[in-house]
C-alpha cells in the first residue's frame, strides 16, 4: 500500500490514522483490525451490523452477494455498453463545473469501473469504494490494463461508514447507487458522508433512479433480480435528498431513467 493511500484511510469507529500490519490495518486506538484482500482494504466488516438495522443489514448482505455473482458479466450488459459513453460524459460535465481538473476525486459505488476509467483523465488520484468485493477486483484489472493502477486506490466499504477523514476529496461522485441503499435513514446517512469527506469547495455529482411520467410503468419500490432492492426518486424527493446536506446548482434527467444533481460544497459546510 502506497503512503498515499495509506495516509487516507482512517477507522470507523473513532476516524484515527490507520496502521498497516502486514496483510491488515490496525486502528492504534481502538486495537480494531480491518483485512486486505489482494491489496484491497476491507472496512465491511460484521461490526457494521450493529449501527443499522437488521432489515437493513440483510438488504446490503444480499446485494453484495448479487454484486459478487454479477461482477464477472456486468460490464457485458447491453444496456450499460449503449448508455455508459453517454452518462459519463454528462456526469463529468455536471462534476468539472468551472473546473478544468482535480488533485483527487472519488467515485462512491464505482463498481467494475465502468464510470472511474473515464474520470481518470481529470484526476490526479482516483479513489474507488464499492460494497461488492468482486466488482472491486473486477475494477483492479480494468485499472491495471489501462495503466492506471498507480494511481488508482479500491477501497470495500459501505457507503454510509466510509473510513476516510473529513474534507479529503476534491471531487466525489456517485453514479446510481444511491437508488440500492435500503432505508431513507442510510441513504440521508450516505449524503451526509459523502458531505463530510468532500473538501470545502469540493465539486459533487450524484445520480439516482428515476420516478415521472417517463417510469410510471415501473414500480417505484422493488428488489431486482438477485435480490437487489432499489427506490425510483421524484424529482422532489431526490433534491430534498441532496440538497439536506449539499447545495444542489442544477439537476436534469438522464433519459429519462436516472436523475443527475451537482453542485459545490460551501466554504463553511461541515457535517457532524
Same mark, same amino acid.
Given at each position: 500500500m502506497k503512503r498515499w493511500? *495509506?495516509?487516507? /484511510?482512517?477507522?470507523?469507529?473513532? $476516524?484515527?490514522?490507520?496502521? +498497516? =500490519?502486514?496483510?491488515k490495518l490496525r486502528c492504534p486506538v481502538c486495537q480494531r483490525t480491518f483485512p486486505c484482500f489482494d491489496g484491497i482494504p476491507s472496512f465491511v466488516v460484521a461490526?457494521?451490523?450493529?449501527?443499522?438495522?437488521?432489515?437493513?443489514?440483510?438488504?446490503?448482505?444480499?446485494?453484495?452477494?448479487?454484486?459478487?455473482?454479477?461482477?464477472?458479466?456486468?460490464?457485458?450488459?447491453?444496456?450499460?455498453?449503449?448508455?455508459?459513453?453517454?452518462?459519463?460524459?454528462?456526469? *463529468?460535465?455536471? /462534476?468539472?463545473?468551472?473546473?478544468? $481538473?482535480?488533485?483527487?476525486? +472519488? =467515485?462512491?459505488g464505482c463498481g467494475t469501473g465502468r464510470m472511474l476509467q473515464r474520470f481518470a483523465p481529470y484526476a490526479d488520484l482516483?479513489?474507488?469504494?464499492?460494497?461488492?468485493?468482486?466488482?472491486?477486483?473486477?475494477?483492479?484489472?480494468?485499472?491495471?490494463?489501462?495503466?492506471?493502477?498507480?494511481?488508482?486506490f479500491l477501497v470495500h466499504a459501505d457507503a454510509a461508514?466510509?473510513?476516510?477523514?473529513?474534507?479529503?476529496?476534491?471531487?466525489?461522485?456517485?453514479?446510481?447507487?444511491?437508488?440500492?441503499?435500503?432505508?431513507?435513514?442510510? $441513504?440521508h446517512k450516505v449524503i451526509a458522508e459523502i458531505a463530510r469527506i468532500l473538501k470545502p469547495?469540493?465539486?459533487?455529482?450524484?445520480?439516482?433512479?428515476?420516478?415521472?411520467?417517463?417510469?410510471?410503468?415501473?414500480?417505484?419500490?422493488?428488489?431486482?433480480k438477485g435480490g437487489i432492492y432499489f427506490f425510483r426518486f421524484t424529482r422532489d424527493e431526490f433534491l430534498r435528498l441532496v440538497g439536506s446536506h449539499l447545495p444542489v446548482e442544477r439537476c436534469r434527467s438522464l433519459f429519462g431513467y436516472a436523475w443527475l444533481v451537482s453542485g459545490t460544497k460551501p466554504l463553511d459546510k461541515i457535517e457532524p
Open positions: 493511500q *495509506l495516509e487516507l /484511510l482512517t477507522c470507523l469507529w473513532d $476516524r484515527s490514522p490507520l496502521a +498497516a =500490519e502486514g496483510e461490526e457494521l451490523a450493529q449501527l443499522q438495522g437488521e432489515e437493513e443489514w440483510q438488504w446490503k448482505q444480499r446485494e453484495m452477494q448479487a454484486r459478487n455473482e454479477q461482477a464477472a458479466f456486468y460490464d457485458r450488459l447491453l444496456g450499460l455498453l449503449l448508455l455508459t459513453p453517454f452518462e459519463a460524459r454528462l456526469t *463529468l460535465k455536471a /462534476l468539472l463545473g468551472d473546473r478544468q $481538473r482535480f488533485r483527487m476525486l +472519488a =467515485e462512491i482516483l479513489v474507488g469504494v464499492d460494497l461488492s468485493l468482486e466488482s472491486l477486483k473486477r475494477c483492479a484489472e480494468r485499472m491495471c490494463r489501462l495503466g492506471l493502477s498507480e494511481r488508482t461508514f466510509l473510513p476516510f477523514p473529513d474534507a479529503c476529496f476534491d471531487a466525489i461522485a456517485s453514479c446510481q447507487m444511491i437508488e440500492h441503499v435500503p432505508s431513507e435513514r442510510m $441513504r469547495h469540493g465539486r459533487y455529482a450524484i445520480s439516482g433512479y428515476q420516478y415521472s411520467s417517463l417510469t410510471r410503468g415501473f414500480k417505484k419500490e422493488g428488489v431486482h
